[in-house]
């Protein structure tokens, strides 16, 4: 690939994984795609902080249960590093205390390794274009958890548009499919979402949703 040119517009994957065979498997799918390039991967947290890639790519998929650091404290790490990084972790592990652990230190997304390779491919994209891709499995463990707590709802003043750009964003659209469906631009949007954060005192996607949901400002459709 050049350097510059087309590869500028390319989505940038970081791998960081354990286990080779998984990993050699994730790389060759990504980098089947037009669209996306994988530039380094890893096997532990430790040798990818160490890497320059870190500082510029656009995502990394990351797994939990790493040799070292865990991949629940890595999602800070590389955060630290690249502030602008979509993280998605991809685990083996469903229970809610990893799922939320990693959330809460930035995740935007999370996926179980059973993935298949076109929802791989879609959820870089879909991460890469502001959604947060989640397995069908995890999504439901975070809005059982949400549904379960406690009804201590504050005084929250959002709009009604600004409801409806919050159930949307819970439901995992990225940007322009949300200024698709509620016909405004890709910056209105982004308009919105940011007085959500600043309403609901919130600095990430997975917080929004969370207290949008514990405060009933948004309700998933069932399936």
Same mark, same amino acid.
């Given at each position: +690939?050049?350097?510059?040119? @087309?590869?500028?517009?390319?989505?940038?994957?970081?791998?960081?994984?354990?286990?080779?065979?998984?990993?050699?498997?994730? !790389?060759?799918?990504?980098?089947?795609?037009?669209?996306?390039?994988?530039?380094?991967?890893?096997?532990?947290? !430790?040798? #990818?902080?160490?890497?320059?890639?870190?500082?510029?790519?656009?995502?990394?998929?990351?797994?939990? @249960?790493?040799?070292?650091? +865990?991949?629940? !404290?890595?999602?800070?790490?590389?955060?630290?590093?690249?502030?602008?990084?979509?993280?998605?972790?991809?685990?083996?592990?469903?229970?809610? @205390?990893?799922?939320?652990?990693?959330? =809460?230190?930035?995740?935007?997304? *999370?996926?179980?390794?059973?993935?298949?390779?076109?929802?791989?491919? =879609?959820?870089?994209?879909?991460? *890469?274009?502001?959604?947060?891709?989640?397995?069908?499995?995890?999504?439901? /463990?975070?809005?059982?958890? +949400?549904?379960?707590?406690?009804? /201590?709802?504050?005084?929250?003043?959002?709009?009604?548009?600004?409801?409806?750009?919050?159930?949307?964003?819970?439901?995992?659209?990225?940007?322009?499919?949300?200024? !698709?469906?509620?016909?405004?631009?890709?910056?209105?949007?982004? *308009?919105?979402?940011?007085?959500?954060?600043?309403?609901?005192?919130?600095?990430?996607?997975?917080?929004?949703? #969370? /207290?949008?949901?514990?405060?009933?400002?948004? /309700? +998933?459709?069932?399936?």
């Amino acid at each position: +690939m050049e350097e510059n040119g @087309q590869e500028s517009e390319l989505i940038r994957v970081v791998i960081v994984e354990d286990n080779q065979y998984i990993r050699e498997g994730w !790389e060759t799918i990504l980098d089947s795609d037009s669209q996306i390039v994988v530039k380094s991967v890893f096997r532990d947290c !430790e040798s #990818a902080l160490e890497s320059d890639d870190i500082e510029w790519c656009d995502i990394i998929l990351l797994d939990i @249960q790493l040799p070292g650091i +865990m991949g629940t !404290e890595g999602v800070e790490k590389f955060l630290e590093i690249n502030p602008s990084l979509s993280i998605i972790m991809i685990s083996v592990m469903e229970d809610s @205390q990893h799922i939320f652990e990693a959330l =809460q230190n930035g995740a935007i997304g *999370y996926l179980i390794k059973k993935v298949g390779p076109d929802e791989l491919i =879609q959820a870089v994209k879909d991460a *890469y274009e502001g959604g947060s891709p989640m397995s069908p499995i995890i999504a439901r /463990k975070v809005i059982a958890s +949400m549904q379960t707590q406690p009804k /201590k709802k504050e005084k929250l003043d959002l709009t009604d548009r600004e409801q409806e750009v919050l159930r949307l964003l819970a439901e995992g659209n990225s940007y322009s499919a949300i200024a !698709e469906e509620i016909y405004l631009s890709v910056d209105g949007v982004g *308009y919105h979402i940011r007085n959500i954060y600043r309403k609901l005192q919130v600095n990430s996607k997975a917080e929004a949703v #969370a /207290k949008g949901l514990a405060n009933g400002l948004i /309700k +998933m459709a069932e399936s």
